[in-house]
């Protein structure tokens, strides 16, 4: 069982996006994982998933009900085996609250794809068709990453 925290600033827009785009490709296609999404900021603990993005996730079939938004704990670093985040700021604020990422468990979404780069946060974009496109290519690009690397279901 792999086990994946994805990341963003929030935990309300791109990083529940990304645990729930994730476990819908692997319900689908197959693979022991567990995937779970946290924030780097307290700012909105306890909120659920920001009305524009969990309507484009309905408008795909896929559903994040019950979701809260949680911080990003210390004790995470060493439960989960990647920890995905959306943007480099928040690669640095994971890198500051986990000793410098000594196990190398950290890295951006896109850093799985062809073309790595930062998912600009929709938050203030207001682009929520961009985030949404940007996070599946990752999490596809994720999903084929570890199935090669055996994850077996
Ligand atoms: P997220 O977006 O990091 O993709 O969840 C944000 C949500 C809320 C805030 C910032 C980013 N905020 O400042 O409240």
Do not use: Q
């Amino acid at each position: 069982m792999i086990k994946i925290m994805f990341v963003c600033l929030g935990n309300i827009c791109r990083s529940p996006m990304a645990e729930f785009i994730f476990k819908h490709i692997a319900a689908e296609r197959g693979g022991a994982f567990f995937a779970a999404s946290s924030a780097v900021s307290s700012e909105e603990e306890g909120n659920s998933v920001y009305p524009p993005a969990a309507s484009i996730l309905a408008r795909h079939g896929i559903s994040c009900e019950g979701k809260r938004a949680v911080r990003f704990n210390a004790r995470d670093y060493e439960h989960y085996d990647y920890v995905v985040c959306m943007d480099t700021r928040n690669v640095r604020a994971i890198c500051r609250m986990t000793n410098n990422d000594p196990l190398g468990k950290v890295s951006r979404l896109l850093d799985f794809s062809d073309n790595p780069r930062d998912i600009s946060d929709p938050w203030y974009t207001r682009d929520f068709e961009t985030a949404y496109s940007d996070i599946y290519e990752g999490c596809e690009a994720l999903y084929d990453y570890l199935m090669k690397k055996g994850a077996v279901s």
